[in-house]
């Protein structure tokens, strides 16, 4: 049958919504309703008619001929310019408003003429284009959340993902895959039930309703990671990247085999020049040569040119007492580091309190020691200061001798009050480059014969260079400014710096750059 156009007014909408029953009349009828040119077609079937807020609703509703993401759309009377009726359920008609097979069937496309129903007559309501704006209609306050009015415009850009979807479907080299967030049969107003007190069979349904989506589609082939990274020539890059670094004098990683080398943490990374490391310049041909542990080479001096440099730096202001505290305060320094350092001197371990025997003689050397002990009985180190008796002494051991008094240091003059215990560690200032006719006397043969058999470490503070002089095998020697040529009696040799400026070196004829870098007291190995 003919479709007949009808112009679709407020008084025609008043007729069609007069009553309970003639609205009634309309549910599970299929319409198609034009809103126009910029809100299109809508088909679907009806679901509700509300003649307060004058508002009708379609369920499963098709825009443009594409189907909607949402379940339900509502219009209001003012949108509508025509509306067709396409089918009418007859009395008998057993058909739910829900089914999607016969709105499949009934929604052929947009602008399409549907043949005689079923039922009866088909209608078309259209409204005259010559109507006024209609005014806004406050919504239902029973209407669920699903069935708010919403907007046709924003049913436009949810069609166009639903047909691009359908598009990918239907196309061919392509696999199904489940669990698509994409997937058209799920809706925002579809709410997962709970599984408890459900059958296995109503379960299974729920499943598959949940994870048997087949919209998304991904490529049967696989990607070929091979044939692809064989088209990339890494040769030519890195000949490429090569290339610019010369131009540009930069430079980056570079390729593997081309990499530089590797730094350890306290090396440095930026050269400015090439280092130098003899810097130390003696005026003859040294008899020995030592080295310390960034390789810097110490060459030795004689005696004549040690005891020159120490006469010429008094001469410009450092005098014997300044000589003394420096020595002192290295030496002291060093043994404390031998004793044990932080892990022995600490007010947690007052019960392990070291000993020290201080071995003088009553020359420059034994003053070095006194001042050597008294910054070690400062320290709270237990410090036996053995002096023999005379009865002249030097200034310089006798003011010595007055500040040590003032701590808690012991001293003694006999052998016979030395510990007969070991003790942590001997400092030997017995020997003397002159006077050596100090090693005759039978003070002096009982001192060495005690250092000898206490069987402790021995530090040996500015050793003569003779093994001949040495009576007592020391495992440390502490050399003053610079190194004597001592021999394998000394032990392991030591560097301390006493404060002699570098034009002092120079005026006695030596080149001299300082070695020491952070510390005052570095050790010297030899070459």
């Known amino acids: 049958m003919q479709v007949v156009n009808i112009l679709f007014s407020s008084q025609l909408w008043a007729l069609l919504s007069s009553s309970?029953?003639?609205?009634?009349?309309?549910?599970?009828?299929?319409?198609?309703?034009?809103?126009?040119?910029?809100?299109?077609?809508?088909?679907?079937?009806?679901?509700?008619v509300d003649q307060v807020s004058q508002t009708i609703s379609?369920?499963?509703?098709?825009?443009?001929?594409?189907?909607?993401?949402?379940?339900?759309?509502?219009?209001?009377?003012?949108?509508?310019?025509e509306l067709k009726i396409l089918e009418i359920p007859g009395p008998g008609d057993s058909r739910q408003c829900g089914d999607s097979q016969q709105m499949d069937t009934a929604m052929p496309g947009v602008g399409c003429q549907v043949g005689p129903s079923q039922n009866g007559t088909g209608k078309v309501l259209k409204k005259p284009m010559s109507s006024s704006a209609p005014q806004n209609i406050p919504r239902r306050p029973d209407m669920k959340s699903q069935e708010l009015l919403i907007s046709p415009q924003q049913q436009c850009s949810k069609s166009y993902m639903d047909r691009h979807m359908e598009t990918l479907s239907q196309s061919k080299g392509f696999r199904r895959r489940h669990n698509s967030f994409l997937s058209s049969s799920r809706h925002p107003n579809q709410v997962t039930p709970k599984k408890s007190g459900l059958k296995n069979g109503q379960m299974k349904s729920k499943d598959d309703?949940?994870?048997?989506?087949?919209?998304?589609?991904?490529?049967?082939?696989?990607?070929d990671f091979e044939g692809n990274l064989a088209l990339f020539d890494k040769a030519a890059v890195f000949e490429e990247i090569a290339t610019h670094e010369r131009r540009s004098g930069t430079r980056s990683r570079g390729a593997p085999g081309d990499r530089p080398a590797r730094y350890r943490h306290d090396e440095n990374i930026l050269e400015a020049q090439p280092i130098v490391y003899r810097r130390i310049v003696v005026p003859h041909s040294p008899h020995k040569e030592f080295c310390t542990d960034s390789g810097l080479v110490v060459p030795s001096v004689s005696y004549e040119l040690?005891?020159?440099l120490l006469a010429v730096a008094e001469k410009h202001g450092?005098?014997?007492?300044?000589?003394?505290?420096?020595?002192?305060?290295?030496?002291?320094?060093?043994?404390?580091?031998?004793l044990g350092g932080p892990n022995r001197l600490n007010p947690k371990n007052v019960h392990q309190r070291p000993t020290v025997a201080l071995l003088c003689g009553p020359h420059v050397k034994g003053a070095q020691g006194i001042s050597c002990g008294r910054h070690l009985s400062n320290h709270d180190v237990h410090?036996?200061?053995?002096?023999?008796?005379?009865?002249?002494?030097?200034?310089?051991?006798?003011?010595?001798?007055?500040?040590?008094?003032?701590?808690?240091?012991?001293?003694?003059?006999?052998?016979?009050?030395?510990p007969d215990t070991p003790v942590d560690l001997?400092?030997?200032?017995?020997?003397?480059?002159?006077?050596?006719?100090?090693?005759?006397?039978?003070?002096?043969?009982?001192?060495?014969?005690?250092?000898?058999?206490?069987?402790?470490?021995?530090?040996?503070?500015?050793?003569?260079?003779?093994?001949?002089?040495?009576?007592?095998?020391?495992?440390?020697?502490?050399?003053?400014?610079?190194?004597?040529?001592?021999?394998?009696?000394?032990?392991?040799?030591y560097l301390c710096d006493i404060g002699i400026p570098q034009k002092v070196f120079q005026e006695v004829g030596i080149n001299y750059h300082s070695p020491f870098g952070c510390k005052f007291v570095i050790p010297l190995h030899s070459t």
């Open 306 to 308: 040690h005891k020159k």
């Open 426 to 493: 001997v400092i030997n200032c017995l020997d003397c480059h002159e006077n050596a006719f100090l090693r005759d006397q039978p003070w002096y043969r009982a001192v060495v014969d005690w250092a000898n058999q206490n069987r402790a470490p021995v530090l040996s503070i500015d050793p003569p260079m003779s093994e001949a002089e040495l009576a007592i095998d020391a495992k440390w020697s502490l050399a003053l400014g610079l190194p004597l040529p001592l021999g394998e009696r000394a032990g392991r040799v």
């Open 383 to 418: 410090v036996i200061l053995f002096l023999p008796n005379f009865v002249k002494m030097l200034e310089s051991i006798t003011n010595e001798l007055n500040l040590f008094s003032k701590t808690q240091g012991q001293q003694v003059s006999s052998v016979k009050d030395l």
């Open 209 to 223: 309703e949940c994870f048997g989506d087949d919209i998304d589609e991904i490529p049967d082939t696989d990607f």
């Open 318 to 338: 450092l005098s014997l007492e300044r000589r003394l505290e420096m020595t002192g305060v290295c030496a002291s320094q060093m043994a404390l580091s031998l």
């Open 20 to 48: 309970t029953r003639m609205a009634t009349d309309w549910l599970g009828s299929i319409v198609s309703i034009n809103c126009g040119e910029s809100l299109g077609v809508y088909q679907g079937r009806v679901s509700a």
């Open 58 to 81: 379609l369920t499963r509703p098709f825009h443009n001929g594409v189907k909607c993401l949402v379940p339900e759309v509502t219009f209001r009377a003012g949108d509508i310019t």
